[in-house]
């Protein structure tokens, strides 16, 4: 029987010492396993073992005691899982608990790209005046480009040095073939074609020339265009309102003046001038010629005209009932003068450092 003991002592502090090490669930069930295992289990040897080992006349007792082992054994496995998964989600939930004290994660706010902020500030003052906007497609048809727009089949404009045409369309008519549209001119026709007089409108929209970059070239900008047709308009009408946009645009110690010029689709035509807005119209600043103006004191910004009367056969107007003015601008040109920016490819390069500087 003192053999026994010492067997059973044994045991129980081997179990108990590999109960300590149990450190993960798999290891948990492989532990179980090992001493458990109803077939080759540490235990079930044992139990044969010694029994087969006790003499005849002790075997009861012994019997009665190895029972009392096992259920010692068996209770400190089940012990040993059940604090070992007390401690796994225990220490899960540590895992989860959200620590206030933390810094936050600094995500940097977007801001508008200087192209549609300026885009944007041009339109709302024309908005202010009653215009409403449209916008067109920018692949559009020879017609709605050129024709309806007065260009003559031979005008300097429509030659592919200028225009990007999309490829293999010779097989159809002059008028019906696609290419990127060089102006938002178009978006004035389509808007003349749904709708009667009086209008008022700006067209807002990215434009297509091929024009190698560079740092005043770019192939894709924007322009804002307006239209504005009803009975009795007249250039008054136009230079009035044209002055009033530049002085909101650029300070109302701006002036304009208007020159003649030639586009196909409206006569009288004008190109308009600002005074500089970097020498005050002086043409000299800190002590030299002020480089922005060349000296003139005057900056070139906008194109403008009465609408030809041309015009108006393509839409279904009568030019003896109707007149109206039409202007175009480029969004780069006046977002440059308003911002400093002496490169237009910055406005196209994405850099962050660039366009964060404008939030
Ligand atoms: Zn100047």
Redesign the pocket.
């Known amino acids: 029987m003192a053999a026994l003991e010492k067997a059973a002592e044994n045991l129980l502090a081997a179990v108990r010492r590999e109960a300590a090490e149990v450190r993960s669930e798999s290891q948990g069930k492989e532990f179980r396993d090992r001493w458990m295992a109803r077939k080759n289990g540490i235990l079930t040897q044992v139990n044969d073992l010694w029994l087969k080992a006790a003499p005849k006349d002790a075997k009861r007792d012994v019997g009665q005691r190895v029972n009392e082992v096992k259920t010692q054994v068996e209770q400190t496995i089940v012990d040993a899982l059940e604090n070992k998964q007390k401690a796994a989600s225990a220490s899960s939930k540590d895992a989860e608990r959200l620590d206030i004290t933390l810094p936050g994660i600094r995500r940097p706010l977007g801001a508008e790209h200087p192209i549609i902020k300026t885009m944007n500030e041009m339109v709302g003052v024309f908005r202010n005046l009653g215009y409403s906007v449209e916008e067109g497609p920018e692949i559009e048809t020879d017609y709605y480009n050129f024709e309806a727009l007065n260009f003559p089949p031979n005008h300097p404009a429509r030659d592919t040095q200028d225009t990007l045409f999309i490829a293999n369309q010779e097989s159809k008519p002059l008028r019906d073939r696609l290419l990127l549209r060089t102006h938002t001119s178009p978006v004035q026709i389509r808007t003349m074609e749904k709708m009667k007089p009086p209008v008022r409108v700006v067209c807002p929209g990215k434009v297509h020339r091929n024009d190698a970059p560079d740092a005043t070239h770019s192939p894709i900008f924007h322009q804002i265009e307006g239209l504005a047709v009803d009975t009795n308009i007249t250039f008054s009408d136009l230079k009035g309102t044209l002055d009033h946009a530049m002085k909101e645009m650029f300070g109302s110690s701006v002036k304009t003046r208007f020159y003649p010029s030639f586009f196909p689709f409206t006569e009288p035509s004008a190109d308009v001038q600002i005074s500089?807005i970097?020498?005050g119209g002086r043409?000299y600043?800190d002590g030299g010629p002020?480089r922005?103006?060349k000296a003139s004191?005057w900056i070139e910004l906008l194109g403008c005209g009465m609408v030809d009367p041309n015009v108006y056969g393509f839409v279904d107007y009568d030019p003896k009932k109707v007149s109206g003015f039409a202007f175009g601008m480029g969004v780069e040109r006046i977002a440059i003068l308003k911002y400093g920016v002496d490169d237009i490819q910055l406005f196209f390069n994405g850099d962050v450092r660039f366009l964060e500087q404008f939030a």
């Open positions: 500089c970097f020498c043409g600043r002020c922005n103006c004191g």
